[in-house]
């Protein structure tokens, strides 16, 4: 990777908006989970944004949670801890595609560069999040860790109906159509005449 000096106008504008999304309290959230569900031989990082790049950066803590999201078949098979810049990026891409499988929405995975160049820590966040969201809403036995740390994600009511529920469906009047029960034309007049008003002596 080439060394980039520092920004400034608005490129700076663009990257401290970019930090203030990073939330530090989700972050010792996400690392509780992430040794709870990987075990403590994941180890732990320092506190902060940067000790949090730095521990997810080779990739290998990212394969190993996926990995225990899943049975005994799983889904990136070898984790190498390469000191090569490309291998660890490879990795990275590696879990976001067993990510985006899992059921993450592409929406919600952050790009290699994000998390290798740090460039937007937030967006990897995000991709954790929606990651244990869908892993306490599957409920599958393979999530490990408190399921309040994560919302569950909306899930399909599906209902069948019979024909025969269907046909009487069709006789009735919606209520976003309006209703008739009540009305009369007691008091109506034709269009374009005045209305009548009758002194009762």
């Not at 920004?7 to 972050?27: A, C, H, M, Q």
């Not at 999201?69 to 891409?93: A, C, D, N, W, Y």
């Not at 929406?107 to 290699?112: C, R």
């Not at 290798?116 to 820590?121: A, I, Q, S």
Request: net charge positive; glycine share 10%; charged share 20%.
């Amino acid at each position: 990777m080439a060394n980039r000096g520092p920004t400034y106008g608005f490129s700076r504008d663009v990257l401290n908006k970019i930090d203030k999304k990073y939330d530090p309290e989700l972050e010792e959230r996400l690392v509780e989970w992430i040794i709870a569900q990987c075990g403590s031989g994941v180890g732990q990082p320092e506190a902060g944004r940067l000790g949090f790049q730095n521990w997810l950066k080779s990739g290998c803590v990212l394969c190993e949670l996926i990995n225990s999201l899943h049975g005994p078949v799983k889904p990136i098979r070898k984790i190498g801890t390469s000191p090569l810049v490309f291998k660890q990026m490879e990795q990275i891409s590696l879990f976001l595609n067993a990510a985006e499988r899992y059921g993450v929405t592409k929406t919600d995975i952050f790009q290699t560069v994000d998390l290798f160049e740090g460039k937007d820590l937030a967006a990897v966040q995000r991709t954790l999040m929606a990651l244990g969201n869908l892993a306490v809403t599957k409920n599958d036995g393979f999530y490990i860790g408190d399921p309040n740390w994560f919302h569950r994600k909306a899930q399909e009511n599906r209902r069948d109906f019979s024909q025969e529920q269907m046909n009487e469906g069709k006789s009735v009047i919606g209520l976003q159509m309006g209703t008739n029960k009540g009305a009369s034309q007691t008091g109506m007049t034709g269009y374009g005449q005045p209305r009548q008003i009758i002194n009762n002596p």
